[in-house]
C-alpha cells in the first residue's frame, strides 16, 4: 500500500494529458488490419466454422481445412474477403461448394481472397486449406500457440493456447475479431494416431477409424463461440461423467483426464465444479451453453477459460498451484483454476466485449466472481477480506481500458483486480445484494450470447442500479489515480470529500453494522453531514478501506 500511495502521489501532479501520453504507442498497419472492422470484413457475417485438423506430434506441423459459412450483410461489389492467418502457417488453396478455386494474395498477417459480386442476403460457404508449422507457446498460456509437449510418462500431449493479442489466427484461418462469433457454433475435427484422444469444444459427434493408425474425432458446439476458445486438447485421455442439476435442468459434466490422473480427478473435481456451479447460477442466473454441456480437461499449463472446455492445469490442489494471490488464507480453500476459468463462461464467453480494449469486462468481472463465489460458499466477510488482498497485485501502471480502440490494443493487466475492486465497491455502495444480484444476472439475460461493448456494461449497470456510476467507471477504469476519501469528525459533524481524483468523482459510501446504515454521497467538493451519536463511531479509516478502492484520509 505504500508504493500505491507515493504513486497516488506522484500521478496526482501529472495532467490526463500526460497520462494519455504515457501509454501511447505507435500501431501499425498489422494493428489496424487485426483490431479494426474493415471493408473487407464488414460485408461478411460469420456464420459457422467447420474446422479439420492433422497436427504432426513429431514434425510439429500442422495442415487443416476450415470452412467458414456466412451470409452477405452488405453488396460486396469488388471488396474482397478478408482472412487472419499468420505466419509461418500459410493459405494452400481456396474453394467452394462446386469446387471453384478463389484467387488470394497475402498482406501481412492477412489474407484477401478475391470473391465474386456478393447480394445482400445470400449465403456462401469457402474452403480455406492450409498448413505449415505454427507457432509454438513459448509460456502457455500467456504466449499463445500450440503446445507439443510430454505427459509424466512421455506420451505425446498437444493443445492450443490463443486468447488476446495472439489471436485465433495464430493456429487457423478465421476472421479473427471478437465482434462476430458463428451464429450456428462450430465444429472441429482433429485427425490422430490411434494411441491418442482427442477432445474438442461442445459434444463428440463422430468418431471416424480411418485403418491406417489415425482416428478422427468430430466435436460441435451449437451455441456461439469466441475464436479463441476453439481448441484441440489431445493425448492420452479417459473420460468420466456425471449429471448436474441446475437451473435449467439436467447439465451434463464431462471430465477428461489422463489416464494416471483418473481416480485423483474422481476424488477431486467434482466437489469443485459443484460448489462452482452452485455459486455462479446464484449469481449470474443459469450456465449459459446446457445444450454443449461443460467439460473440465487436463493441459500441460495452468488453464484457459474455453468455452464448454475449460482447460485445467492447477494440479488437483487448492489455491492457484499452491498459491494465495490475496495473502488472507482464503484463497487456499477452493481450486482457483475451476473457479476463476469458469466464471469466464458467463463474462467472456456468453458476454463477450467486441474490442479487445474492453476486456475488462472478461477479466474483472471473473475476478470478482472469485469474491463471489467465497461469499456465497464461506460468508460475505470472507468475500470482503479476500477483495481487500488482491488490491496487493494492482500496479496501477496505465488504464485498465486504453485510449485505442480498433488497433487490438489491450490495457493494464489491473483489469483483474481493479476491476473486481471496482465491482465490490459499486455491490457496497448499492446496499442491497438482491439488487445487484439480479444486475449481473440481467446482465447474462440481456446479453445472453452476445458481443458488446464495456459502455453498453457500464450504461446498463447505472440504470438497474439507479444511480449513475459514470464517474466511478471512468475513474477505475480510464485513469490510474487511486482517489483519496477526505473526511473530518467535529463532534457529530462530519466533512467529507474526494480528492486525487477526476472531476465529478461520486462513488457513495456506505457502512454498516448490525444495527445501522451511514450512507455518505461524497463528490469532489467539500459536504457537511450530521451524523447520530451511534453512527459516529462507524466512520472510520479501515471501515472505510475494508469496503472500497479508495485511501481514506481522517483529516484531525
Not at 43 to 66: F, M, R, S
Not at 205 to 215: F, L, Q, S, V, Y
Not at 461 to 467: H, L, R
Not at 531 to 544: F, G, P, R, W
Amino acid at each position: 500500500m505504500k508504493n500505491q500511495l507515493l504513486l497516488a502521489l506522484v500521478l496526482s501532479v501529472c495532467t490526463a494529458g500526460l497520462l494519455q501520453a504515457q501509454n501511447q504507442r505507435a500501431f501499425t498497419k498489422t494493428d489496424s488490419l487485426r483490431g479494426t472492422i474493415t471493408p473487407e470484413r464488414a460485408w461478411w457475417d460469420l456464420t459457422k466454422y467447420d474446422l479439420e485438423i492433422q497436427p504432426d506430434y513429431l514434425a510439429k506441423t500442422l495442415k487443416g481445412v476450415n470452412t467458414i459459412s456466412y451470409t452477405v450483410v452488405q453488396n460486396n461489389g469488388t471488396t474482397k474477403m478478408q482472412i487472419d492467418l499468420k505466419d509461418p502457417l500459410s493459405i494452400d488453396q481456396v474453394v467452394d461448394a462446386t469446387g471453384k478455386k478463389y484467387s488470394f494474395k497475402k498482406d501481412g498477417s492477412v489474407w484477401l481472397i478475391d470473391i465474386p459480386d456478393q447480394k445482400k442476403g445470400t449465403s456462401g460457404k469457402l474452403s480455406i486449406h492450409y498448413s505449415g508449422k505454427p507457432h509454438e507457446a513459448i509460456r502457455a498460456p500467456w504466449d499463445g500457440g500450440w503446445t507439443f509437449t510430454k505427459d509424466s510418462l512421455g506420451r505425446p500431449w498437444m493443445t492450443v493456447t490463443c486468447q488476446g493479442a495472439a489471436g485465433a489466427s495464430i493456429w487457423y484461418p478465421c476472421k479473427d475479431h471478437q465482434s462476430d462469433e458463428p451464429d450456428k457454433g462450430a465444429s472441429l475435427t482433429m485427425r490422430v494416431p490411434d494411441t491418442l484422444m482427442a477432445v474438442g469444444n461442445g459434444r463428440l459427434k463422430k468418431t471416424t477409424r480411418h485403418g491406417d493408425g489415425t482416428t478422427s474425432y468430430r466435436w460441435e458446439v451449437i451455441n456461439p463461440i469466441n475464436n479463441y476458445n476453439i481448441i484441440p486438447y489431445i493425448g492420452k485421455y479417459i473420460n468420466f461423467k456425471e449429471v448436474y442439476q441446475g437451473e435449467k435442468g439436467k447439465l451434463d459434466l464431462n471430465y477428461w483426464v489422463l489416464d494416471y490422473n483418473e481416480q485423483k480427478a474422481k476424488n477431486y473435481l467434482p466437489k469443485e465444479v459443484h460448489n462452482t456451479m452452485k455459486s455462479f447460477e446464484y449469481w449470474f442466473g443459469p450456465y449459459p451453453f446446457y445444450e454443449d454441456g461443460y467439460q473440465l480437461i487436463d493441459v500441460p499449463h495452468t488453464g484457459m477459460e474455453h468455452q464448454s472446455a475449460v482447460a485445467y492445469g492447477n494440479w488437483y490442489q487448492p489455491g492457484y498451484r499452491k498459491r494465495d494471490g490475496s495473502g488472507t488464507g482464503w484463497g487456499l480453500k477452493w481450486d482457483f483454476i475451476v473457479i476463476h476459468e469458469s466464471g469466464h463462461e458467463w463474462f467472456g464467453n456468453n458476454i463477450t466485449s467486441k474490442d479487445l480494449a474492453d476486456m475488462w469486462v472478461h477479466e474483472g468481472f471473473t475476478n470478482y466472481s472469485e469474491t463471489l463465489f467465497i461469499e456465497h460458499i464461506f460468508g460475505e466477510q470472507a468475500g470482503n477480506e479476500y477483495n481487500v488482498g488482491i488490491r496487493r497485485g494492482i500496479r496501477n501502471d496505465k488504464p485498465i481500458i486504453p485510449t485505442a480502440y480498433g488497433v487490438n490494443a489491450q490495457g493494464s493487466g489491473d483489469m483483474y483486480p481493479k476491476g473486481g475492486n471496482l465491482l465490490h465497491a459499486i455491490k457496497h455502495s448499492i446496499n442491497d445484494n438482491e439488487k445487484f444480484r439480479q444486475i449481473l444476472r440481467g446482465l447474462n439475460k440481456d446479453f445472453y450470447h452476445q458481443t458488446v461493448t464495456s459502455t453498453q456494461v457500464e450504461n446498463y449497470i447505472s440504470t438497474k442500479a439507479g444511480f449513475d456510476y459514470s464517474k466511478v467507471f471512468d475513474q477505475y477504469l480510464r485513469n490510474i489515480t487511486i482517489p483519496k476519501f477526505e473526511f473530518q469528525l467535529n463532534g457529530n459533524t462530519v466533512r467529507y470529500r474526494y480528492t486525487n481524483c477526476i472531476p465529478g468523482f461520486n462513488l457513495p459510501v456506505v457502512l454498516k453494522n448490525n444495527t445501522t446504515v451511514l450512507k455518505l454521497l461524497p463528490t469532489d467538493e467539500w459536504k457537511t453531514t450530521e451524523l447520530k451519536a451511534n453512527e459516529v463511531s462507524m466512520l472510520t479509516v479501515d471501515a472505510v478501506r475494508n469496503m472500497y478502492y479508495v485511501d481514506p484520509v481522517q483529516i484531525k
